[in-house]
């Protein structure tokens, strides 16, 4: 007798367990498939792991960018339209074939579990913070580390910095610290003229090569989104 009734509620414990692990099963699913929504269409996070955005971000800082769907390419139409001096995140394949469906789920289900400070087994896709510094139509040039940008339907030039929507600061390599008389170890640059859909990145820290000068034209459909807090650490707390 009181070995059927250890047999029932051992049964039964069984079935209880097996229901609590469903149930959080289904609500880690759950979790995870808001996750996919919100960091396709509205908000992610990131994470600092270089000095390439130095002073602005650093290593350690964390925070949250809004997500590529918010800004169509269509700028006019945009709520959130690109501006020079902007932060953008992107998002840069190594590799000219394009991940299968699976690849892609894996590397979210990755970015969610290690609050994007992996990317998974792909080392061949990599998130980059830069800020832009000329738009679709603007003309580009650099000398002794000096950038000059001419915006389309204008006459004359003006540097980063009198152009840029917000200010900042860059770290410039000490003179003679060049490495080459070619990009990307130069302080010189040809003057370059964007096409449409293009745009032209920087890292703040100019001595980091991983921008522009090293990879070309940025398409605007490479954006990922734009960071806009840094809510940790906390000293440094507050909007981007």
């Given amino acids: 007798m009181i070995y059927k009734k250890w047999q029932r509620y051992s049964y039964t414990a069984q079935r209880q367990q097996r229901h609590r692990l469903l149930v959080a099963i289904s609500w880690l699913l759950a979790v995870f498939l808001l996750y996919l929504v919100l960091s396709s269409y509205l908000i992610f996070s990131f994470y600092i792991e270089s000095n390439s955005m130095e002073k602005t971000l650093i290593p350690g800082d964390v925070g949250f960018a809004l997500a590529t769907r918010l800004f169509p390419l269509d700028q006019s139409s945009s709520l959130f339209p690109y501006k020079r001096g902007s932060l953008v995140v992107l998002e840069k394949s190594f590799t000219a ?7 892609r ?8 579990f290690t609050a994007q400070r992996s990317s998974g087994p792909n080392e061949d896709r990599r998130l980059f913070i830069k800020r832009i510094i000329a738009l679709p139509g603007d003309e580009i040039s650099i000398k002794n580390h000096i950038v000059r940008v001419k915006p389309a339907q204008q006459d004359y030039s003006l540097t980063e910095f009198e152009l840029s929507a917000v200010p900042y600061d860059v770290k410039v390599p000490e003179s003679g610290a060049e490495r080459g008389n070619v990009l990307p170890f130069s ?3 040809d003057t370059l003229r964007l096409k449409d859909g293009e745009c032209f990145v920087l890292s703040d820290d100019r001595s980091d090569c991983n921008d522009s000068r090293t ?4 398409l605007l459909s490479d954006i990922k989104g734009k960071p806009f807090f ?4 906390f000293s440094r707390f ?3």
């Fill in 105 to 112: 789920l894996w590397n979210n289900f990755v970015d969610f």
């Fill in 230 to 233: 840094r809510y940790w650490p």
């Fill in 187 to 189: 302080s010189d640059m």
């Fill in 215 to 218: 990879w070309g034209p940025v």
């Fill in 238 to 240: 507050g909007r981007l």
């Fill in 97 to 103: 074939d394009p991940y299968p469906w699976y690849t």
